[in-house]
């Protein structure tokens, strides 16, 4: 049965996380697809442009704060859910308490790095508050740009709503807009296991979820100064 070349192994086939055998299937797909080769060269741009926006980062010293896994927002929403049921429900069994704690464990991260509010990583109604220091870097900068926030793209997801790549304060995450504002969607400590921050690729994670959501290419500078001129739609 002929191999299925699809976004994912495109994505990892460019990432070069396969191997010998399989990347020349690929490659041979590729060279054969026009469709497929388009595919590649996109997932290609947006590496490039995490690269420009990143590569500061690799030589900064990381910043103090507990060690942590990646934030599930979906767990985040649902810790919050189970907490506001736990005193019209029965004790919960012994063997239940550890899921419980866990979930509670990324709410305690994402407020230990200033993140509030209610909602999960559904859409973009349904997600994280963002401190105001972070909501006041997305509103001003531009991809690229220095600071404590540094922004790596801004794109349109697959509902249509303006989303921006970032890291700040150790945490690589995305925020789309919503209602009027910027809501966080997705989270991760931007580190490796040995503390140090991710290569010049940025966040491998952060890069992939915004391959999940992305609908088209990121924005140009001059495509995303315009959308801040118009304040990021409103």
Known sequence: MAETIDETRIIAWVDGE???????????????????????????????????????????????????????????????????????RPAPRRWMVPGAIAASLLVGVLVGHGYVGGGGAGGARDALALPAPTVAALDRQL????????????????????CRGFTASGMASVACRADGGWRLRYAV?????????????????????????????????AAETKARADRWGK
Do not use: C, N, W
Not at 21 to 32: E, F, I, L, N, T
């Open 189 to 221: 400590p931007a580190t490796t296991q040995g503390g140090d921050y991710r290569q010049a690729g940025g966040d491998a994670a952060q890069m992939a979820f915004i391959q999940s959501i992305i609908a088209g290419d990121p924005l140009d500078r």
């Open 18 to 88: 396969l191997d010998d055998a399989a990347a020349a299937r690929v490659a041979g797909a590729v060279a054969a697809d026009p469709a497929l080769a388009a595919l590649a060269e996109r997932h290609r741009r947006m590496k490039a442009r995490f690269a420009a926006a990143f590569a500061p980062l690799a030589d900064a010293p990381a910043p103090e704060r507990p060690a942590a896994e990646v934030v599930s927002l979906a767990a985040a929403r649902k810790a919050r859910a189970a907490k506001a049921a736990a005193a019209s």
């Open 143 to 162: 991809s690229g740009d220095a600071g404590a926030v540094r922004v790596a793209m801004t794109f349109r997801d697959r509902d249509g709503s303006l």
